[in-house]
């Protein structure tokens, strides 16, 4: 009997021992911070190919709009296989799919969404958007207007069509647009790149045209990384790995140094004139452009994912940036006709004069 009790108090033990494990689990389930693991690639000085693990802790409570962003985006595969386009001895950053650093991100991009690529009585089959990854659903789940080339988003775990996709961003989280970030640039430190349009009139959009692009500090010079602050929003550090943005960071600043045609990849960020002319020049030369991208073989970011400890972080709240990009467009067209004209009326005036002359 004495051995029944004894085993009947262990068990009863062993139950409370679970249950306080349980209640403590359930309270600190979700209050860690999310840890990204980043997985980067790229050409030593010997020429042979690296990974690595870089580590970043995000801070929800100083930038969430920004950690929910970036969550979104890197669990959507959104950031596997891009480059790092700009690399300097100040910042190192990436994002943009267009590789220039003048791309901006599509709320799709935040949404898991797929393309439908057959239908066959019950069941239809599609690919990821993002990934490429085919999987198959049941037609009861879809909606009923599906078709095969359409794309079906699910949101909110419901799927939808016909859902209107545009170019977003995000209130930039710093003090300058009115959000107090306690956080401060230094060494290893990661924000969010975005685009400046004050030169428009329109500096508080530029503020909040941050979406895809970010960019990690890798000097200790203080008063490099003071210019970030209350400008752009911090929204993390890196807490192991960060030897390979280092490495990577000697190895491409050099390059930079020595080869002056690396210019418009170290130069950043989101100048849509400029894109537009580099886009129409690739589009005539597709082949010979992504052997030259082979050829200068640019760090990439093989894969971005976050762990968030069971904490639900949702799409953060987005702001449709459509209207701002397409006014900034019409100025730039316009400025390049007036210089155009410019440029026109001055040459008329010099063939005037000669004539004159003669």
């Not at 349980?22 to 190919?49: Q, R």
């Not at 991100?105 to 069941?123: A, F, P, Q």
């Not at 993390?236 to 690396?262: A, F, P, Q, R, W």
């Not at 989101?270 to 760090?299: G, H």
Request: with cysteine.
């Amino acid at each position: 009997m004495k051995d029944k009790s004894k085993i009947v108090l262990i068990v009863v033990i062993l139950a409370v021992v679970a249950v306080i494990a349980y209640i403590c689990y359930g309270i600190t389930k979700g209050k860690k911070n999310p840890i990204v693991s980043m997985e980067v690639s790229y050409i030593d000085a010997d020429g042979n190919e690296k990974n690595g693990i870089v580590k970043i802790e995000l801070y929800p409570d100083v930038a969430p709009q920004s950690v929910a962003n970036f969550i979104a985006l890197s669990n959507n595969g959104y950031y596997d296989g891009l480059t790092f386009h700009r690399i300097e001895d100040f910042v190192i950053q990436g994002g943009d799919k267009e590789g220039t650093g003048s791309g901006s991100g599509m709320y799709s991009d935040l949404i898991e969404t797929y393309t439908i690529t057959n239908i066959e009585n019950k069941n239809v089959k599609c690919k990821n958007t993002t990934t490429g990854e085919e999987k198959e659903f049941k037609k009861s789940e879809l909606p009923k207007d599906i078709e095969v080339g359409k794309m079906i988003w699910n949101i909110d775990g419901k799927f939808q069509t016909n859902v209107n996709d545009y170019r977003y961003g995000i209130k930039g989280e710093f003090s300058a647009n009115g959000v107090n970030n306690s956080l401060k640039f230094e060494k290893g430190v990661i924000g969010m790149a975005r685009s400046d349009y004050s030169s428009y009139g329109m500096t508080e959009e530029g503020y909040n045209s941050a979406s895809t692009q970010f960019f990690i500090v890798n000097t200790d010079d203080k008063s490099a990384s003071n210019s970030l602050n209350q400008n752009y929003a911090p929204f993390g550090k890196v807490i192991e790995g960060y030897e390979y943005i280092e490495e990577i960071t000697k190895l491409y600043v050099d390059k930079s140094k020595e080869n002056t045609d690396n210019t418009d990849q170290v130069n950043s960020e989101n100048n849509t004139e400029k894109t537009d002319d580099k886009n129409n020049a690739e589009q005539t030369e597709n082949s010979e452009s992504a052997e030259n991208t082979e050829e200068k073989n640019v760090p990439k970011m093989k894969s971005i994912r976050v762990e968030t400890f069971g904490a639900d972080y949702e799409v953060p709240e987005i702001i449709n940036v459509e209207s701002t990009i397409s006014t900034i467009n019409q100025y730039q067209a316009t400025y390049q006709q007036l210089l155009q004209q410019q440029s026109q009326n001055s040459s008329n005036a010099t063939t005037g004069s000669e004539e004159t002359a003669e």
